[in-house]
């Protein structure tokens, strides 16, 4: 099984920069994809960007061109670079593997205030 430990989410005002962070640990398959989804509150999980081991990406529209999804596959960890914030990126940004099976993180907060 994969573990997951998420890290950077926070409070940030429109227009800053966050960084988030996804380590995974455990039985890792070569081959997989790692990615980050957003839930707003009452609404669905939604995918905002992913990146296969390969480093093939994939992003939602609302967020081309403002966040970049990066992997360092050396040290199991995928990385969302989040500038240009804005009010509806606020949510709980939830980190994803998938290989042979799936994992959730638990999730982590990010909040943007104007």
């Known amino acids: 099984q994969v573990q997951l430990a998420e890290s950077g989410g926070g409070l940030v005002q429109v227009g800053g920069s966050l960084r988030l962070s996804c380590a995974a640990s455990?039985?890792?398959?070569?081959?997989?994809?790692m990615g980050w989804y957003r839930q707003a509150q009452g609404k669905e999980r939604d995918l905002v960007a992913v990146i296969t081991s390969c480093g093939n990406t994939n992003y939602a529209d609302s967020v081309k061109g403002r966040f970049t999804i990066s992997r360092d596959n050396a040290k199991n960890t995928v990385y969302l670079q989040m500038n240009s914030l804005k009010l509806e990126d606020k949510g709980v940004y939830y980190c994803n593997y998938m290989s042979n099976y799936e994992k959730w993180g638990q999730g982590t907060q990010v909040t943007v205030s104007s």
């Open positions: 455990g039985i890792i398959f070569r081959i997989n994809v």
